[in-house]
């Protein structure tokens, strides 16, 4: 069966620093891979996605994730996070028929 | 463009009254879905619709809950009749049947007390 496990339920940074968000997905065929993003009080913005091709996806706002298929992960990156994005992050696996299943998602909270 | 469009986007209501929550999709989508998001369980999937025809609604919790799509360009959620822990955020998404991204509405935030 198919699922997407976000091990952290909460990430603190400093503005500034680096940022990693964990995502590991169980799905046997291959997978169609997304990263959204949810702001306070707003919907569901997607950040990028993995169809195929280059495993190293770039996306809006800086963030990039890059899909590793030996480890089942699409861990999501930024080099320098900013005070705007803390919010709440979530990963996604397609699994037949556009069916989104997401994580449990991710807050992150940015500290000057 | 114009994107997913909800409404309302806020409401709150007594137990017992029924809601109705409306979902325009993009134009030209022709997959629809509704999701209820909560703190005690995430984002669950409750309906999703091809071409106006509902295909899963495996996930609606129970009877009270019912969606229609009388046509492409509109969809509702209704709850009848409501009670304290359908509160949450319904959110509607649309893609086309062959595309694999998603596009999500802002919400509907509900309360009901």
């Known amino acids: 069966a198919q699922s997407v496990t976000q091990p952290d339920i909460h990430i603190t940074v400093s503005e500034g620093a680096s940022l990693e968000l964990r995502c590991n997905y169980s799905?046997?065929?291959?997978?169609?891979l997304f990263w959204y993003v949810q702001s306070p009080g707003q919907g569901l913005q997607l950040l990028l996605k993995?169809?195929?091709?280059?495993?190293l996806v770039q996306g809006i706002k800086g963030f990039e994730a890059e899909f590793k298929r030996s480890q089942s992960s699409f861990n999501l990156r930024k080099p320098s996070v900013h005070w705007s994005d803390a919010a709440e992050y979530f990963c996604?696996?397609?699994?037949?028929?556009?069916?989104?299943?997401f994580g449990t998602g991710t807050r992150l909270t940015v500290i000057p | 463009d114009a994107g997913v469009i909800q409404s309302p986007r806020h409401e709150v209501t007594e137990m017992g009254q029924e809601v109705t929550l409306r979902c325009k999709p993009i134009?030209?989508?022709?997959?629809l879905f509704w999701y209820r998001q909560t703190m005690m369980r995430g984002l669950e999937l409750l309906i999703y619709?091809?071409?106006?025809?509902?295909?899963?609604d495996s996930g609606m919790p129970e009877d009270r809950f019912s969606a229609k799509m009388p046509n492409a360009s509109f969809s509702t959620l209704k709850i009848q009749p409501s009670e304290p822990r359908d509160s949450a955020v319904y959110f509607c998404?649309?893609?086309?049947?062959?595309?694999?991204?998603?596009?999500f509405g802002e919400g509907s935030w509900l309360t009901v007390v």
């Open positions: 998404a649309s893609t086309t049947i062959s595309g694999n991204t998603i596009y």
């Open positions: 799905y046997g065929a291959t997978p169609y």
């Open positions: 993995y169809f195929s091709g280059d495993t």
């Open positions: 996604a696996v397609v699994a037949g028929a556009n069916n989104l299943f």
């Open positions: 134009s030209g989508h022709n997959s």
């Open positions: 619709f091809n071409n106006n025809v509902p295909i899963d």
